[in-house]
Each structure stands twice: as C-alpha cells, then as structure tokens.
C-alpha cells in the first residue's frame, strides 16, 4: 500500500463515518458507530495495522494522516453524543423549574452520640484522649496488667487469638499501658474504642462492643478522688437527682475494686425489668492501680497512686435509651436509627 492509497482510503472511511453518524438518533446507534468504525476491532485500528505494508520512506507521512483521521472521528463522536445528551435533557418529562427535593439529613448513630457525649464530659474534667492499637500482644493486654496465667480471660473462649501471643484486643486497657510506658505523671486520660471478645451472640451480648476506660496517675490520688470523678460524670450523663453507689469488686489490675451502680431511673429505684427488681444498674467497674501495674511500666508504687475506670458504652446506651437488645446496635436498622 502506499501513501497516496492510506491518504484515499482514511477520505473515504471519513465520508462514511460522518454519514453513518449523522443518521444516528439515539445511544444505541451511537454505540454502533463506535464499534464500526473506533473500537479496538473497528475500521480505523484496521487501518492501521495496514502500516506494516507501506514502504518505510512512506510510513511517517501515513501514520500522520491516520492519526489525524482518528482525532476527528474521535471528536466528531463526542461532539454528536453531548449533542444527544441535551437533546434527552430538552426532551425530558422532568420539569427543571420545579424546586429541588429536601434532602433529609443522617442521623449519627446512637452509639457514637454516646461516645460523643462520654468524650465531652470526661474533657470538661481534665482528661485527654488516647488510643492504640486494636490488634494487641498477650503482654500489654494480659500479663502488663497483671493477669495470672491461668486467668479465665486467657480462655479461648473468651479472647479472638490470632497466633500464640497475638489477639483480638479484650479491653481498652492495653492502652492504659501503652501510655504508661511513654508517659511520665501526672496522667489524666480515657481511651475509648472497640474491643472484641468470643462470645455467644444474644440480646445482652455480642462479639464486637466498645468501650471508654480512664486513668489518672499522680502522687497522693486517693480513692475519694476517684468516687467524685465518677460520680460528677454520672451525674451530668444521667441527670443531677441520681443515687449511685459503690460495691467491693475484683479486678486484675486494680486493687481495691469496686463497681459503680446508679439507681434506676426508669422506675425510680422501685424495682423493674430492667434492673431486675433491685432498684439499681451497675455502670462501670473501677479502682485503684494495682502497684504490680505500676512496676511493669517502670513507675515507682512508692511514690506514684492512680485510678483506672471502664464502662461497656452499648450498656450505657441500653441504659439510657432502653433498647435492651444489644444486636440492635449493629443491624444498621433505619427504624431505629432514624429516632436519633
């Protein structure tokens, strides 16, 4: 083939090309078009891979013209298919003087309005924020915290292990340690986050929550401290006219320990289905540093004291919104969703 033959042949595939477009009325034909004549397997490509037979002192001059054919075929496609477009719009049953529709607003989940609201109130305290990671070790979730090896929070039954000494975080309390470890006192801080553990499915627990643990560290804190902190934040969370009290408990890193109940305020501490008669929720768990805590980050139990706090935010949720079915929380249910 030589120069003279591409240069007759891309004018006669461009003659046919603008004929066959102008005919076109719709996309479909306009699709039609593009696979006749610009798809990978159309005329022009065919055309193209005719080059290999034209001598080499006439291969520049041909590929300049079929480059040239295929910018305006090109162009002229887009051209003819912007003008479809607003035909389609012109043509349209839609009224554009109409005014637009409302657009309803999200709604924030109700366990991140919690969180939200949790957040705020421990800041007004004086506490700052902190996170970590949510795939832990075994040392900084279990044994820096002083639990045993043989403690049934160990138990695969408990605890996602995801290698030996690698796991699913249980707790936000590995945070408590990751800031220890970096941090000298006075320390004022909440770590709220999600914490995984192994458990049946059921309307009061699942395997994914979340939770808001705190920790304060300094010289002379004392646990009277400690009940006012909680008790302040109780109260702004629940209302002024609450009764709360305290219970001896037991946990791994603290020592003492207590639980925090508050009275319920669905019936007024007389007694109901939500708090099983006593007239009483329990809200949290909490306590001193257990001095073994102290050691493991390198503090000196001698001179430093400090309190560790953890509430389960879809119990608190529960609590003040009596949804009891803890699933609820995760169906991303709009019926739901849309009260918040």
């Not at 039954?157 to 290698?163: G, L």
């Not at 949290?284 to 400090?306: I, K, R």
Request: aromatic fraction near 10%; charge should be negative.
């Amino acid at each position: 083939m030589t120069v003279d033959e591409v240069r007759e042949r891309a004018g006669s595939l461009e003659q046919e090309f603008k004929d066959a477009l102008a005919r076109v009325e719709n996309t479909a034909g306009l699709e039609e078009v593009r696979v006749r004549f610009i798809a990978r397997k159309g005329a022009v490509p065919a055309l193209f891979d005719e080059l290999r037979s034209i001598p080499p002192e006439g291969k520049k001059e041909a590929g300049r013209i079929l480059n040239g054919l295929r910018m305006r075929l090109q162009s002229a496609f887009d051209e003819r298919k912007e003008m479809l477009a607003a035909g389609r719009a012109r043509d349209s049953s839609i009224d554009l003087t109409l005014p637009g529709r409302t657009l309803t607003p999200g709604h924030l989940h109700p366990i991140t309005q919690m969180l939200r609201e949790v957040r705020r109130i421990f800041a007004s305290l004086g506490f700052s924020v902190a996170d970590g990671p949510e795939v832990e070790d075994d040392y900084h979730n279990f044994e820096a915290l002083n639990f045993p090896p043989d403690h049934p929070a160990r138990d695969m039954q408990d605890t996602f292990f995801i290698r030996d000494t690698v796991l699913l975080r249980t707790h936000t309390s590995p945070v408590q340690i990751r800031v220890m470890e970096t941090t000298e006192p006075p320390i004022r801080v909440i770590m709220p986050g999600r914490v995984y553990r192994n458990e049946a499915i059921s309307a009061r627990s699942y395997c994914l929550f979340h939770q808001v643990e705190g920790l304060a560290v300094d010289r002379g804190i004392t646990f009277a401290e400690l009940k006012g902190t909680l008790a302040t934040f109780a109260r702004q969370l629940y209302g002024n006219d609450l009764r709360y009290r305290f219970r001896a408990s037991f946990f791994p890193f603290t020592e003492p320990s207590a639980e925090m109940d508050i009275s319920c305020f669905l019936c007024g501490g007389k007694g109901c289905r939500m708090c099983k008669g006593t007239g009483w929720l329990e809200i949290l768990g909490c306590g001193m540093v257990d001095p073994n805590v102290f050691t493991a980050v390198g503090y000196d139990p001698e001179e430093y004291t400090g309190y560790a706090f953890g509430m389960g935010i879809e119990r608190m949720a529960i609590l003040l919104y009596g949804i009891e079915d803890i699933r609820m929380y995760f169906e991303n249910d709009l019926r739901l969703l849309e009260q918040f």
